[in-house]
Nanobody
Framework: QVQVVESGGGLVQAGGSLRLSCATS????????MGWFRQAPGKEREFVAA????????YYGDSVKGRFTISRDNAKNTVYLQMNSLKPEDTAGYYC??????????????????WGRGTQVTVSS
């Protein structure tokens, strides 16, 4: 099992920045990639970003490209999501997830086996 815990959410004005953290524990050696998803009320879960644990390959959703950056600290078993130029439409619960699978599409929630409980990000206009 892998435990996933997000932190760093909060309230920020439009144009501001936040950094989310995602700490993992347990069988972290089984993790191949980490991803961030978000979900706003009444909407489907949306892919935000992903990173492969070893090579550091990154993937981004179209709505956050150029504004968000995903990174990882292997020594700390932690993944970060730096969010800049935030917009009100970025308001959502942000969820971190771990995938034990390589060579798959990291854009799909079904790729991930372990999920955190989420952290709320609210962007005011």
């Amino acid at each position: 099992q892998v435990q996933v815990v997000e932190s760093g959410g909060g309230l920020v004005q439009a144009g501001g920045s936040l950094r989310l953290s995602c700490a993992t524990s347990g069988r972290t050696f089984s993790i191949y990639a980490m991803g961030w998803f978000r979900q706003a009320p009444g909407k489907e879960r949306e892919f935000v970003a992903a990173i492969t644990w070893s090579a550091g390959n990154t993937y981004y959703g179209d709505s956050v490209k150029g504004r968000f950056t995903i990174s990882r600290d292997n020594a700390k078993n932690t993944v970060y999501l730096q969010m800049n130029s935030l917009k009100p439409e970025d308001t959502a619960g942000y969820y971190c997830a771990a995938s034990p699978y390589g060579g798959v599409s990291y854009y799909s929630p079904g790729t991930y086996s372990y999920w955190g409980r989420g952290t709320q990000v609210t962007v005011s206009s």
